[in-house]
C-alpha cells in the first residue's frame, strides 16, 4: 500500500501542474486510506504538502506574470485569518467521540472522512460540468473590492481549516466569476493563495500533533516532482479534457469514500 501511496503523491503534484488544482483534494484519502494515518493529522500533513507543492507553481506562474497580486491579498487576508483560527482553536476542541446513536459512535475521525467524501464530490461535478460564463480576457481592474471578497474568503478558509484541502476549486470560480480574472491568471492567483491558506494552517497546527517530519518532507518532494512533471504534460494534452477526466476520478472516489465511512452504520 505504501508504494501505491507515493505514487498517489506525485499524482497530488501532477494534477497542479496539468491543471491547476484537484490534486490537493488526493491528500487526505492517500495519507488515510494508503498510509494508514489518523484522519485529523492527515489534514495537517495535507496543508504542509498542498502548501508547498502550491508555492512551487505560484513561483512559477509569477514569473510568468499570471498572478493578481491585489486580488491574492484581499481573498486571502480573509482567508489565512479563518484556516489560522480554525486549526490552531477550534480543531484542538474537537472530541473524538462526538455524539453516539444507538451503538453507532460518531468519531471526528469518521465526521472528518464523510465530510471529505461530500468535499469531494462537489468538487467532482465542478470539474465535471461545463462552465456557464466564460472566464473574461481581460482583467477588470474595478471588480476586486475587499468586501465583496470578504465572505467568500471567510468560507475557503473555514473549509481548508478543517478539511485541509486549498479550496482551488471554489477558489478559481470565484476568481474568474466575481473578480472577472481570465482563467490561466485565476488559477496562478488561486495557488498563492492555497499557499498562504495551506501554510499558515499548518503553523496554527504546530503544538497540536506529533509531525513525523522526515515522511512529510519525502512525500512534499515527490509532489513537486509532480508538478514538473504535469507541466511538461500540460503542452502536450487538452488541459479541458484532463480536468473533466480528473473530476470523473474524483467523483468514483468521493463515492468511495462515503460508502466505506457509511456502510458500518446499516
Not at 65 to 82: D, H, M, Q, R, V
Not at 196 to 209: R, V
Not at 214 to 227: E, N, R, W
Request: with cysteine; proline share 4%.
Amino acid at each position: 500500500m505504501e508504494i501505491l501511496g507515493y505514487l498517489a503523491s506525485a499524482l497530488i503534484g501532477i494534477s497542479l501542474g496539468l491543471i491547476g488544482g484537484g490534486g490537493s483534494i488526493l491528500t487526505v484519502p492517500v495519507m488515510v486510506y494508503l498510509f494508514g494515518i489518523p484522519p485529523l493529522l492527515a489534514t495537517s500533513y495535507s496543508l504542509f504538502i498542498v502548501g508547498s507543492t502550491s508555492l512551487i507553481g505560484s513561483i512559477n506562474n509569477y514569473r510568468k506574470g499570471l498572478i493578481n497580486l491585489k486580488a491574492a491579498l484581499y481573498f486571502g487576508s480573509a482567508s489565512i485569518f479563518t484556516v489560522l483560527v480554525t486549526r490552531k482553536f477550534l480543531v484542538p476542541l474537537i472530541p473524538e467521540q462526538i455524539v453516539s446513536i444507538g451503538e453507532f459512535t460518531i468519531t471526528a475521525s469518521f465526521l472528518t472522512m464523510v465530510l471529505f467524501g461530500v468535499l469531494m464530490l462537489i468538487a467532482a461535478v465542478s470539474m465535471i460540468k461545463n462552465p456557464k460564463t466564460a472566464a473574461p480576457e481581460r482583467e477588470c481592474t474595478d471588480c476586486i473590492r475587499f468586501f465583496k471578497l470578504l465572505g467568500y474568503g471567510l468560507s475557503i478558509g473555514l473549509v481548508t481549516g478543517l478539511l485541509g484541502a486549498g479550496g482551488g476549486f471554489l477558489l478559481i470560480p470565484a476568481l474568474v466569476l466575481l473578480v472577472k480574472l481570465p482563467m490561466k491568471k485565476a488559477i496562478g492567483t488561486s495557488l498563492l493563495i492555497i499557499t498562504f491558506n495551506s501554510l499558515i494552517g499548518f503553523a496554527g497546527d504546530i503544538g497540536h500533533f506529533h509531525i513525523a517530519w522526515s515522511f512529510l518532507i519525502t512525500i512534499t518532494l515527490i509532489a513537486i516532482a509532480g508538478i514538473y512533471l504535469g507541466g511538461l504534460l500540460s503542452k502536450k494534452l487538452s488541459g479541458e479534457k484532463l480536468k473533466k477526466g480528473f473530476g470523473w476520478f474524483l467523483l468514483l472516489m468521493g463515492i468511495y469514500i462515503v460508502i466505506k465511512e457509511l456502510l458500518p452504520i446499516f
